[in-house]
């Protein structure tokens, strides 16, 4: 049996965490609503399987398993949504002052193959250390890690002349 | 890996875009609870469902048992010694197996991750034996628990 959240408990947990949650499951799903369906999936089950608040690794690693699952099973829906021409939102809370040089970043984020994108943002907004990410993505702790470092690599390439 | 990366610092910068309010409302609504007061009633509706056909069935099996009984004694008094011998072999007509009851004991994960709850269940086996074509017919019932997994869906 699992420890019940109460409301309050859920809420905050859900302010606190639930947009770096949200991120890595827009990463890895193909729409926003599947990202939305996997994410509280996710969430639920984590919570369920951890017996109380669960630690961030092990949402991450159920969200992805979650996607991958959907994606397996649910490919017909995929392309319509895609054909539809789903609007893509803003992957990050835009900010006021540096809004040109943040767009340029998250384009650049996104423009990242997904499997360095993946470590990017479990190392950064997910604050997880290389040993949980390898968890989380079955690979090697210095795959991961390589990983981590081909990507500020390529990010850096990319934004090269722009002042950060 | 240097502390003062300026890439990592302005990926620090970004943050994730907040949950939307529908979002949030959906989430919050999703929080995790406790068996409900309905999902225990819901066990029960199903144990009272099958306790009725249960002793249906017991009383059938009883007086069945206590009618052949009269008559076996019957065929003592009087009976030709042939067909007490075809009586003493008597083979299936017909056999149904009857849900008793369903009981959780406790979920396992398998190694794909999904998880199955163990239902301790127990099947009333209602057979029906007969002596030869026109031989009296013999109800019996016995009683048999599987332990079974039932795959799981965690919402």
């Known amino acids: 049996m699992h420890n019940e959240p109460s409301s309050d408990e859920w809420r905050a947990w859900l302010r606190r965490s639930g947009p770096r949650f949200l991120l890595y499951a827009r990463q890895q799903t193909r729409t926003r ?5 996997v994410l509280q999936d996710a969430l639920v089950e984590s919570w369920k399987r951890s017996g109380g608040m669960p630690a961030d690794a092990l949402v991450f690693s159920t969200i992805r398993r979650r996607a991958i699952d959907l994606a397996r099973s649910n490919d017909r829906r995929h392309v319509r949504e895609e054909e539809a ?73 990319a934004l090269k002349g722009v002042v950060l | ?62 007086m069945t048992f206590f009618l052949l009984e009269h008559n076996r004694a019957d065929n003592a008094n009087g009976a030709e010694p042939k067909d007490v011998a075809s009586a003493a072999a008597p083979l299936p007509v017909e056999s149904q197996d009857y849900l008793v009851s369903a009981r959780p004991v406790g979920i396992i994960v398998a190694p794909n991750q999904q998880p199955y709850r163990l239902m301790d269940v127990e099947w009333l086996e209602y057979q029906t034996v007969r002596a030869g074509a026109n031989g009296p017919a013999l109800h019996t019932a016995t009683t048999r628990r599987d332990v079974i997994p039932v795959a799981l869906e965690l919402y």
Request: with cysteine.
């Open chain 2, 1 to 62: 890996m240097s502390d003062h990366n300026p890439i990592e610092d302005a990926l620090g910068k970004l943050r994730p875009a907040e949950l939307d309010p529908a979002l949030m409302a959906r989430l919050s609504a999703a929080r995790p609870r406790r068996e409900t007061q309905g999902q225990k009633s819901a066990w029960s509706g199903m144990l009272l469902r099958w306790l009725l056909p249960l002793a249906a069935s017991a009383c059938v099996a009883w």
């Open chain 1, 33 to 37: 609503s599947d990202a939305e369906d």
């Open chain 1, 85 to 157: 021409g789903a609007p893509d939102t803003e992957w990050f809370s835009p900010d006021v002052e540096e809004r040109e040089t943040q767009h340029l970043l998250e384009e650049a984020v996104k423009s990242l193959q997904p499997i360095y994108r993946e470590v990017v943002t479990l190392k950064v907004w997910g604050d997880l250390t290389f040993q949980e990410i390898a968890e989380a993505t079955g690979v090697p702790l210095n795959t991961a890690a390589s990983r981590y470092r081909y990507a500020l690599d390529g990010l850096r390439d």
